[in-house]
T-cell receptor, first 116, second 112 residues
């Protein structure tokens, strides 16, 4: 595709429900990032992948959050037993190569998660 | 202390004025600095990057970097109502690869 694609665009979950958010990066992009953005805040880093390797998951808020990118392309962010504080926009971004410090990020449209 | 600090604003300037946005960062070894613009309900988009001390100009935008002071700024000349958005300062940090850390953003309103 031409850009980073995320689905679903909106997700409403009941507290305690599991959710899965999908990100399809730009073809050929090596690096993939997940960010969480609360209303009125900047994107907060969650985790990133270089190909299929998860190099940094220090931003995941709890063990309820899990991300994978098994074939080095599509990634899924899974949140188990959702809580109200998980309500946010989840942004996925990709870039060509994380070994180059000047690489910019290309963002998807995000998934807005609302936990009731 | 947050790794990237910005004044959340809002910053309000009249049309045609210069808007000045500021950012400080805590990691002295950071090498790459970015300004992203985010319209309400949209995703961030890159507008400027800067890697060396000094100024970098691109159209109406000028990014300024002072590594000794750990300070980055963005000037927007001849501000237009369409510049009204949140401006996110971002810094790359090395953790096995480079990850991008964002500030909370400064909201800018340009009044017609």
């Amino acid at each position: 595709g031409a850009g980073v694609s995320q689905s679903p665009r909106y997700k409403v979950a009941k507290r305690g429900q599991d959710v899965a958010l999908r990100c399809d990066p730009i073809s050929g992009h090596v690096s993939l990032f997940w960010y969480q953005q609360a209303l009125g805040q900047g994107p907060e880093f969650l985790t990133y992948f270089q190909n299929e390797a998860q190099l940094d998951k220090s931003g995941l808020p709890s063990d309820r959050f899990f991300a994978e990118r098994p074939e080095g392309s599509v990634s899924t962010l899974k949140i188990q037993r959702t809580q109200q504080e998980d309500s946010a926009v989840y942004l996925c971004a990709s870039s060509w190569d994380r070994d180059a410090t000047n690489e910019k990020l290309f963002f998807g449209s995000g998934t807005q998660l609302s936990v009731l | 202390q947050k790794e990237v600090e910005q004044n959340s604003g809002p910053l309000s300037v009249p049309e045609g004025a210069i808007a000045s946005l500021n950012c400080t960062y805590s990691d002295r070894v950071s090498q790459s600095f970015f300004w992203y613009r985010q319209y309400s309900g949209k995703s961030p988009e890159l507008i400027m990057s800067i890697y060396s001390n000094g100024d970098k100009e691109d159209g109406r935008f000028t990014a300024q970097l002072n590594k000794a002071s750990q300070y980055v700024s963005l000037l927007i000349r001849d501000s237009q109502p369409s510049d009204s958005a949140t401006y996110l300062c971002a810094v790359n940090k090395f953790t096995g690869g480079f990850k991008t850390i964002f500030g909370a953003g400064t909201r800018l309103f340009v009044k017609a």
